[in-house]
């Protein structure tokens, strides 16, 4: 997210543009939200051809030993402030990921690549009538890309990990 330039060619994100993406004023301790005001602020920069940020071109270059493992966790807060609590992903996905494993091979694309076939469809169930029609581009490309990956198979997610969280009851559904 930080703002590339002929300056800061790896980038250089302040306080004041990182609110404005998200719609937050005020200041440390003191902040307010303002829904609907979320935006790209008015000094910002287009990322230069060949360094776009996406999940197709960083995510090769990521090494396992680079990846900090607390980055990697599933979960949400249970809550109340610093309540954070970790899915256990094993027990999430039914034994098909592990999180210690996440960051050997292509695991992490293909948890990332799974998660979005098997949840999409939960997730656009409340846009689309017909689902199935809507995703059947993106299944397809799903399909071919966890194949050309060699991806162990996915064929659920146990959603009652979930329970444990108040955002999810609110939300009843997806990842």
């Known amino acids: 997210m930080s703002n590339k330039s002929e300056e800061y060619p790896e980038g250089y994100l302040d306080k004041e543009t990182f609110k404005s993406f998200?719609?937050?004023?005020?200041?440390?301790?003191?902040?307010?939200?303002n829904p609907g005001h979320e935006r790209i602020p008015d000094n910002w920069f287009k990322t230069a051809v060949g360094a776009e940020y996406t999940i197709a071109v960083r995510?090769?270059?990521?090494?396992a030993q680079l990846i900090d493992s607390r980055l990697l966790m599933v979960g949400g807060n249970i809550g109340l402030p610093n309540s954070f609590v970790p899915v256990d992903l094993a027990?999430?996905?039914?034994?098909?990921?592990?999180?210690?494993?996440l960051t050997q091979g292509n695991n992490l694309l293909c948890f990332i690549l799974a998660s979005i076939q098997v949840e999409g469809p939960s997730v656009l169930r409340s846009v689309y009538s017909d689902v199935k029609l809507a995703t059947m581009p993106?299944?397809?490309?799903?399909?071919?890309?966890?194949?050309?990956?060699?991806?162990?198979?996915?064929?659920?997610?146990?959603?009652?990990?979930y329970r444990k969280y108040p955002g999810w009851?609110?939300?009843?559904?997806g990842i």
């Open 22 to 33: 998200f719609a937050v004023s005020g200041e440390s301790g003191n902040f307010t939200y």
């Open 59 to 63: 995510t090769p270059n990521y090494h």
């Open 91 to 101: 027990v999430l996905t039914k034994d098909v990921y592990k999180s210690g494993t």
């Open 138 to 161: 993106l299944t397809d490309l799903l399909n071919k890309s966890l194949a050309a990956l060699d991806c162990p198979l996915l064929s659920g997610i146990d959603s009652r990990q």
């Open 169 to 173: 009851r609110r939300g009843r559904g």
